[in-house]
């Protein structure tokens, strides 16, 4: 039993942490038609990108940065 509760945990605060994500997520600015500008979390939220009928996703990030938040900076 114990087991199974700490799986039904982890599973509630993974779903919780979702919403939280999707609540901040501001929808992208249109620049032109079918030419978006937003940030990372609604680049990150299915919803938004459906709602918008956007395809793809160009990512500006610095790669230092990327990479540090992936832990694989040197």
């Not at 799986?7 to 605060?13: N, Q, S």
């Not at 620049?31 to 793809?56: E, K, M, Y």
Request: hydrophobic content about 45%.
């Amino acid at each position: 039993y114990t087991v199974y509760a700490q799986v039904r945990l982890e599973h509630m605060l993974r779903r919780l942490q979702v919403l939280q994500e999707a609540a901040a997520a501001q929808t992208p600015c249109m620049v032109l038609p079918g030419l978006f500008l937003g940030g990372a979390v609604a680049a990150d939220s299915h919803h938004i990108l459906r709602h918008c009928h956007i395809t793809h996703i160009v990512n500006a990030t610095e790669v230092s940065r990327l990479l540090s938040k992936a832990g694989l900076a040197g």
